[in-house]
């Protein structure tokens, strides 16, 4: 059987050092197709109050100190990312104990990997499975016990605070104070759209796969999708990373993504991609590939 190439644009900026959905959709090749993954940024970050992140990272994690923190809300790549540009500033020390006695909270294994390649203690990172904010704090209530020492979660500027308002409503017996340290700020990829456009362009009528990241990211790259999407012979499909952008898509594209990521991970959008393609077959374009 020839082996077919299919795009799949990814509308995220590519992770480094390492992009794991890169790594492992040009690793899994699905029956006579081959992912030749394309990042387009729709954001951009850059990072603010690094002063005050590597102050509390050497200052407040010893877990002797009664007024230390009692570990890290991590939920963004993003968060990872500032995270990663502070640790080789720390005094060896600092940098041990909070590699060895911090838990951290995560909502995804993907962050919880980086965090890991970071050097944090992997038996420390918690909550990989609970693929959401709201299970996270559940996750947390549950986990954390009755210490009394506050959670730091770092942030972007622009969040939904479900996890700290959570966690500090709870009842008193379980009620958890959170300090929140917003880390990075994000503003919209002027070249976004150009961008977007020229890689549907370049795709010709071939089956391509787009994939949406987050509710912001389905909101500004609406305008675009609206435009190729009218077309019931489009040889595009759209996948998103979970329930939550599934539900925006369809407020503001009146159409269901043709898959949903059980999880928010590579290997699981990867599989919900081989199974409607098993189910359903890809046959638009020029690419067919079915149980058929």
């Not at 603010?48 to 050497?58: E, R």
């Not at 020492?149 to 972007?156: D, I, R, T, V, W």
């Not at 700020?185 to 976004?192: A, K, L, R, S, Y």
């Not at 389905?218 to 996948?239: E, G, M």
């Amino acid at each position: 059987m020839e082996t077919k190439s299919v795009p799949i644009l990814f509308l995220k900026t590519r992770s480094q050092p390492h992009e794991q959905y890169n790594e492992y959709f040009t690793s899994n090749p699905l029956d006579g197709a081959v992912f030749e993954p394309v990042f387009i940024p729709v954001l951009r970050h850059h990072h603010v109050n690094l002063d005050n992140l590597k102050s509390h990272l050497v200052t407040k994690f010893d877990p002797a100190d009664p007024n230390s923190y009692g570990g890290l809300v991590v939920t963004s790549q993003r968060t990872v990312e500032a995270l990663s540009s502070i640790i080789p500033t720390l005094p060896p020390t600092a940098l041990q104990n909070l590699f060895a006695n911090t838990k951290v909270w995560v909502v995804g294994p993907t962050t919880g990997s980086a965090l890991i390649g970071l050097g944090f203690t992997a038996s420390n990172i918690l909550g990989q499975d609970s693929g959401n904010g709201e299970a996270l704090a559940g996750l947390i209530l549950e986990s954390y016990g009755s210490r009394p020492k506050p959670l730091l979660f770092l942030a972007g500027e622009t969040r939904r605070d479900i996890i700290p308002n959570t966690l500090s409503t709870a009842p008193e017996e379980r009620n958890i104070v959170v300090e929140t340290l917003t880390v990075y700020e994000t503003i919209v990829d002027e070249e976004f759209e150009t961008e977007f456009e020229k890689a549907i362009g370049e795709t010709g009528d071939t089956a391509t796969w787009i994939v949406l990241f987050s509710p912001a990211g389905a909101d500004i790259a609406v305008d675009v999708l609206t435009k190729h999407f009218t077309s019931p012979s489009s040889a595009l499909y759209l996948a998103a990373i979970g329930p939550t952008t599934e539900k925006h898509l369809v407020d503001k594209l009146s159409r269901k993504p043709d898959v949903v990521a059980e999880k928010p991970t590579p290997q699981w959008l990867w599989e919900g991609i081989r199974a409607f393609t098993q189910r359903d077959g890809v046959k638009r374009g020029d690419v067919t590939v079915s149980d058929d």
